[in-house]
């Protein structure tokens, strides 16, 4: 399948481009690595009159560390991110996270900031428009049904990217800049929990991921990622999780964050899980107990390959190998 | 919308006037006529398209051709010189890493782009290099062979 027609636009500043999305009015969209958008582009999920790119703009590539918080470009190819001595020493999971995504020939090009942005996936709407030709347009696509629930009122697409969760865990912020200026947002508020319209760009606000700025971890911050998927590389998570433990002693438990990516329509904060474990020494039978909490925790819909109650039960498992590894139990 | 992009591929020098929504993929078999770049899914998950894009490998299905403007490509037709095969080439060849070829072009350039970087790979860095390129025939094993004869 080849790609229609539409305008394309090198910008040379951000002002440019926000313009520029501004004159299009809804009908322009951002091009950062492309991997992504082009696939989805020739499904004819979206028909742009136009892209604007952002390669032009050097200062969106920056990798650096600031009064206590690294700052990374939006348009970092997450192939930066694991080159990255500054992200491998201080950021551990989130070059991780990185080297999960698709295959080393997409990694070249993905961004950090495409990646944050990605819209969420159902196995009734990532497919060609042959393919979706022969049902009833979905919700997502603009129609008024959702094949997964078979109700009306909403989208249930699942959320797939990987690097959110870790950066989530790490408590990062990103900077968006817009028609009414630049606002520095907690990642976490990025996502609406929509799944047609799932983050802040989507809703159509016009703005632009620029930056993302991730607070210095402490000494006793340990951090991983875990990504379940049927193959080893390529393929979307069928459920991620990435784990944060502040460790004092090595084992005592002072703080802790569990994401979950792939069990709904944005990331998950699994907050019982995490209860469970604070003020608590790391051993065996207390991840389990967490696991098993994590799994009751999640709502995943059937909207991938996979049950729901398949990811349920991953969940746990996913989980308690993330916390042995950031524990220092396993490798 | 048309536009003029500059291309050094396989060390030559094309200018040539695009369509802005060409992948490199379609510029390279159609307008250049260099079909040993393949289009197999033609969305960035199979790697029969992967070309090096200075130096590195990318699946050229999944990347508009404007995007390439000023940089270095390296096609498959640009490893063999004077009627002698390259190196790697003759590794596939010799270990029976080729059956159908539809993914060899990938395979060899992926494998370049490795040893340049990397010219004493471990066999967990050969797989982690070729985990982007599908081969439906071989099974891989012919293929790690001829990476690793490869190795000093």
Redesign the interface.
Known sequence: ????????FEAENLEDAVAHLKKYNGSCQI?AG??DL??AL?QRLYTPACLV?L?NIPSLKNIKEENGAIFIGAMCTL?DIINSELVAKKLPALKQAAWEV?????R??ATIGGNICLNTRCRFYNQSSFWRSSREKCFKAGGSICHVTNKQESCVATFSADMPPVLIAYGASVRLIGPKGTRLLPLRQFYTDNGRFPNEILTGSGEILTEIEIPTPSSQTNSTYCKFRLR???DFPLLGIAVLLILDKGKFCKDARIIITGAGSAPIEAVEAREKLLQQELEPQLIDAAAQIAASEIHPMRSSFVSPRYKREIAGVVLAEALEKAGGIRE | ?K?KIRLIVNGEEKVLTI?????LL?VLREDLGLTGTKKGC????C?AC?VL?EG????S????A??ADGKAVTTIEGLAKGGQLHPIQQAFNEKGAIQCGFCSPGMIL?TKSLLEQNPNPTTAEIK??I???ICRCTGYVQIIEAIRSLVP
């Open positions: 399948m080849r790609l229609l027609e539409f305008d394309y091009i492309g991997t082009l696939t020739k790119s390669d192939e698709g295959s080393p020939l997409l070249s090009l080893n590389s390529i | 919308m536009k369509d802005v929504q060409q992948t379609e033609n969305q960035g998950e790697g992967t894009l590195k490998p990318v699946s299905c999944s990347l508009l404007v995007k992926v982690e290099a985990a982007g390129n």
